[in-house]
């Protein structure tokens, strides 16, 4: 069976420190990581993927197959990154499905 | 353009009715999938559909649940006889078949069983 974990539920940082949201997964294939982001009042939206290894908003994560992580990372956080964050896997093929893990809530504070 | 809907955004009933919540894709969207949030939890798939039919129905929790879709278009996932812990969010989301996993989420329906 695939599992996502986040092990922290919170996560508190000062602008312009660096922020570590972890996840970690279980999963006997190779499966495709995501991290999603829901902003107060906003849908739940993709943040990015491991495949397309970009960086989105200053926000990089890297697939490390040996820990089984897919852990986000940005150097200088923001006030308007505050926001609910969900790592997901996809075993692939036809059909996509997502597993979540319980997300992360991080306030960025002034 | 527009987003993944879904109605109604809120919904309270009480326990032992039956409830319907509705979605409407992005267009030209084959493929549409049903989660579920309850509190302080994690998304928990469902159910997805690959235009009108359903390979994937192994999340659904139990046989009160059901869901259906109209062509490559609206779905609607259908509670029977409601229990409290029924109670939840429930998203829909869409995807292009061939264009990526990239799912499209709608803005969901938070259910309470009173």
């Known amino acids: 069976a695939q599992r996502v974990t986040q092990p922290e539920k919170l996560l508190s940082v000062f602008k312009g420190a660096p922020v570590e949201l972890k996840c970690n997964y279980s999963?006997?294939?190779?499966?495709?990581l995501f991290w999603y982001v829901q902003y107060s009042r906003q849908r739940l939206q993709l943040l990015l993927r491991?495949?397309s290894r970009e960086s989105i908003k200053g926000f990089t994560a890297d697939l490390n197959k040996g820990e089984t992580s897919f852990h986000l990372k940005k150097p200088f956080a923001q006030e308007e990154d505050s926001a609910m964050y969900y790592c997901a896997l996809t075993s692939g093929g036809s059909n996509y499905k997502l597993t979540f893990g319980k997300g992360t809530l991080l306030t960025v504070n002034p | 353009g527009a987003g993944v809907s879904q109605s109604p955004s809120n919904k309270v009933t009480e326990k032992g009715k039956d409830v319907e919540l509705r979605c409407d894709p992005i267009?030209?969207?084959?493929?549409l999938y049903w989660y579920r949030q309850r509190l302080g939890q994690g998304l928990e798939f469902l159910i997805y559909f690959q235009g009108n039919s359903a390979p994937d129905k192994s999340g659904l929790p139990s046989d009160r649940f059901s869901a259906e879709r109209t062509g490559e278009s609206v779905s609607t996932l259908t509670i029977q006889r409601t229990q409290q812990e029924d109670s939840a969010v429930y998203l829909c989301?869409?995807?292009?078949?061939?264009?990526?996993?990239?799912?499209?989420f709608g803005p969901g329906t938070r259910l309470t069983v009173t």
């Open positions: 989301a869409s995807s292009l078949r061939l264009a990526g996993v990239e799912q499209y």
């Open positions: 267009s030209g969207h084959t493929a």
């Open positions: 999963y006997s294939g190779s499966p495709e």
């Open positions: 491991h495949i």
